[in-house]
């Protein structure tokens, strides 16, 4: 025969009630350790004797850590359970009035496009054109701010071009006159090691081994200093050309 259910009662007996503790203690102890490791769960095990003497057991994080994280758990979930119905007639009421609010603003949206104005007085369309109105010189003052912005922004751009651009005119007009200077140098040098050697001008009038002719009162020139065949010159006696000392002989 099998055995029956124990029945769980206190052990009456001093001596079996700490030898069942102890027994079931150690049980307890290890199946703690064996489903945080199968697990992977957080484990937190406490237990006093009737002694009062404490047994623990905690995973690898620390039982503060894991008495803080119950503590805050439990306290969430009571202020969850006692404020549920006071917060749910709470949030209808919200619901409602948001409701309201966004349909008021549909409405006022369709309005400022011009749509459904035939529900609306007098006195709320001369409000919607005051709005209109007031909207119309809010955009065109930003529109105006913007433009002058821009148009700032681009003279300042342009400041700026005009500013290069007369850098490098200046660059440009330097080194044109660097290359111009150094053309005509380069000029200069050539023509000064090119230019040929002048010589000395001749004598009007050479005479060599002149003999006077006396028929026709002239010097003729030997043979020795031209040609063969050509004609000798002539040379006028009266001519103004001739020294003093040559007109003496030619008139002896």
């Not at 359970?81 to 709470?90: L, V």
Request: glycine fraction near 4%; charge should be neutral; hydrophobic fraction near 30%.
């Amino acid at each position: 025969m099998g055995r029956g259910p124990v029945q769980l009662k206190r052990i009456e007996n001093k001596i079996n009630r700490q030898v069942t503790f102890s027994k079931r203690r150690s049980g307890l102890l290890k199946k703690a350790h064996e489903i945080s490791v199968l697990c992977d769960a957080e484990v937190a095990l406490i237990v006093f004797s009737t002694k009062g003497k404490l047994y623990e057991y905690s995973t690898d994080t620390s039982m503060e850590r894991i008495l803080d994280r119950y503590e805050r758990y439990a306290y969430a979930e009571k202020a969850l359970s006692e404020g549920y119905p006071e917060s749910q007639g709470s949030w209808c009421e919200d619901y409602g009035k948001l409701k309201s609010k966004v349909e008021s603003l549909q409405k006022k949206q369709r309005n400022l496009m011009g749509e459904q104005l035939d529900s609306l007085t007098l006195k709320e369309l001369q409000q919607l054109e005051q709005q209109l109105d007031t909207a119309l010189r809010h955009i065109r003052s930003r529109k105006n701010q913007l433009l002058f912005d821009s148009i700032s922004e681009l003279q300042k751009k342009e400041k700026s071009l005009q500013e290069q651009n007369n850098a490098l005119e200046k660059l440009m007009e330097k080194d044109a006159a660097d290359a111009d200077a150094n053309a005509l140098t380069q000029h200069l040098q050539w023509e000064q090691q090119n230019q040929p050697l002048t010589s000395p001008s001749p004598l009007p009038f050479v005479f060599t081994d002149a003999l006077p002719n006396s028929n026709t009162g002239t010097y003729q020139q030997s043979d020795t200093s031209c040609e063969p065949g050509s004609a000798e010159p002539l040379i006028n006696t009266n001519s103004k050309t001739l020294p003093p000392w040559m007109l003496r002989l030619a008139n002896v």
